[in-house]
């Protein structure tokens, strides 16, 4: 090997001292879920004080990985933890409301902690809500860091860029794919392997909204697909199992293939 490969090769590793190791962002979001659900691992704190001093902890350790990113940050490091910090009485607000969504949703579980503990789709809303109000923040990486550990677990994948509103029940969720400008509302439903997709993959497209929205109220049963920044499933509706959406649709819905015939298009009851 010669002296350029390695010259080349010491660029790639200058420029990656810019960014946290993987594990010290995994590290933050998952410390913040067990300090809003002590749930998550069996282990509690024991007083008020003890609380206070680690979500001080924890606005310090977010301030110190973002220290070297400060050079490609709107606001600085200080003033980005705080204002995350600020904004997580809120986000465990909307936890709360997706965590009771989930155990009204599902006849199998038995108990709110139950959901927090043991639920996949539960620990994926989680970390992407951490995930999105960091993107929201425009704090560029840590985001996609902390939503591509909750994929790599749970084989959901949320880009932190999704608007997604509360009481958002994600039913077993494996394959479950939700793209970056994606809208949903409150109280939908979806289970594993859907897809919110775009309808094209072209670069020139990159600023556009390329994913489709879903209103309050819908549920999108398992394998259906829904593609397009112009597609709006109206409030209400159902999406059948297997289904594939490039067009809008009614409020209130019901979305199937007819019989079983999936050459036929999807039939669209209003």
């Not at 794919?177 to 094209?200: C, F, P, R």
Request: net charge neutral; hydrophobic share 40%; charged share 20%.
């Amino acid at each position: 090997m010669d002296a350029e490969f390695f010259a080349t090769l010491m660029q790639q590793h200058r420029r990656g001292r810019r960014y946290p190791p993987s594990a010290e962002a995994l590290a933050f979001a998952n410390r913040l879920l067990f300090a809003l659900f002590p749930e998550k691992q069996g282990e509690c704190m024991n007083s008020v004080s003890e609380l206070e001093a680690e979500f001080e902890a924890l606005r310090a350790e977010l301030r110190r990985i973002l220290e070297p990113l400060k050079g490609e940050l709107k606001q600085p490091p200080v003033t980005i933890a705080r204002n995350f910090m600020g904004a997580v009485p809120g986000l465990f607000g909307v936890l709360l409301q997706d965590a009771q969504a989930l155990l009204e949703g599902d006849p199998a579980a038995r108990s709110e902690y139950e959901v927090i503990r043991t639920y996949p789709g539960f620990y994926a809303v989680a970390l992407y809500r951490f995930a999105h109000e960091l993107h929201r923040l425009n704090v560029p990486l840590l985001p996609r860091l902390i939503t591509e550990h909750a994929h790599s677990r749970t084989g959901i994948d949320i880009h932190p860029g999704a608007v997604i509103g509360p009481q958002f029940c994600i039913d077993h969720g494996t394959g479950v794919v939700i793209g970056e400008t994606t809208h949903i509302g409150t109280n939908v439903k979806i289970y594993q392997g859907v897809t919110l997709g775009a309808l094209s993959v072209t670069k020139a497209l990159a600023s556009q909204k390329r994913h489709p929205t879903i209103e309050d109220n819908v549920v999108i049963y398992s394998g259906a697909t829904i593609l397009g920044g112009k597609t709006v499933i109206g409030q209400g509706s159902v999406i059948g199992g297997n289904v594939w959406i490039t067009q809008s649709v009614p409020a209130n819905s019901r979305v199937y293939y007819h019989g079983g015939d999936q050459v036929q298009p999807p039939l669209i009851e209003i």
